[in-house]
């Protein structure tokens, strides 16, 4: 098992990093918290989740080890798969996600693209005594807003590489970027995900 890569960041989205180690370039799926934390930076240290299945062999990095045992957990869930965790731990943030899941709120999951109810309360119910609400927990929201000079195309791809039609993903992405020019990619996404 791969526990953390560190090295240079050779390309960033927000669905996707590549870091390069000793000359090795890793292709590591991340949520948007996580793109968050590395946005604008040159090098980093990823905790990383593997998924090894018969046709790959994927790696999915996280900003912290909160934001990973909670993606691990999510799987451990019947029915949640690794990019339905990766989608729930981009519209929420990991601090947010343990708050949801101590509350017991299942609306809130069901906002997440792709969380019918029934896998909401599956969450919920198999989650509830696995995590636990602590004071500290500070998941990646703490430095998302990190930002500046990010295109509407770049949160288009993401949407897209989440799982989205272009065209939804565009029309979304045009709507909050006319009510508020200049937001961060990440909060893009983050309102987008809600509308669509």
């Given at each position: 098992m791969i526990e953390?890569l560190?090295?240079e960041i050779?390309?960033?989205t927000?669905?996707?990093m590549?870091m390069?180690?000793e000359?090795?370039g890793?292709?590591i799926?991340?949520?948007?918290n ?6 604008g930076?040159?090098?980093?240290k990823v905790f990383?989740?593997?998924v090894?299945r ?6 999915f990095?996280?900003g912290?080890?909160?934001e990973?045992?909670?993606?691990v957990?999510l799987?451990?869930v019947?029915g949640?798969?690794a990019?339905?965790?990766r989608?729930?731990l981009?519209s929420?943030a990991?601090s947010e996600?343990i708050q ?5 709120n299942?609306?809130a999951?069901?906002a ?6 029934k ?5 919920l119910?198999d989650l509830k ?7 500290g927990t500070v998941?990646a929201?703490a ?7 990010v295109?509407?195309?770049?949160a ?7 799982g989205?039609?272009k065209?939804?993903a ?6 909050i ?8 990619v990440?909060?893009?996404?983050k309102?987008a995900?809600?509308?669509?």
């Open positions: 953390y560190k090295g050779a390309e960033l927000p669905a996707r590549v390069e180690c000359g090795i890793y292709e799926h991340i949520s948007l996580t793109y968050g934390i590395y946005n930076k040159e090098s980093g990383i989740a593997e090894i018969e046709d790959a062999h994927l790696l990095g996280f912290d080890k909160v990973r045992e909670l993606f957990q799987t451990s019947s949640v798969g990019n339905t965790a989608m729930i981009s929420l990991p996600l949801v899941i101590a509350a017991q299942e609306q999951l069901k997440v693209k792709g969380i019918g109810l896998t909401a309360q599956r969450i119910v005594n696995k995590v636990k609400l602590t004071e998941g929201e430095v998302s807003g990190i930002g500046g000079g295109t509407a195309e770049e288009v791809s993401a949407l897209v590489m989440l989205f039609q065209a939804a565009q029309k979304a992405v045009t709507t970027l006319k009510e508020s020019p200049g937001t961060a990440e909060q893009v996404i309102t995900l809600r509308m669509l």
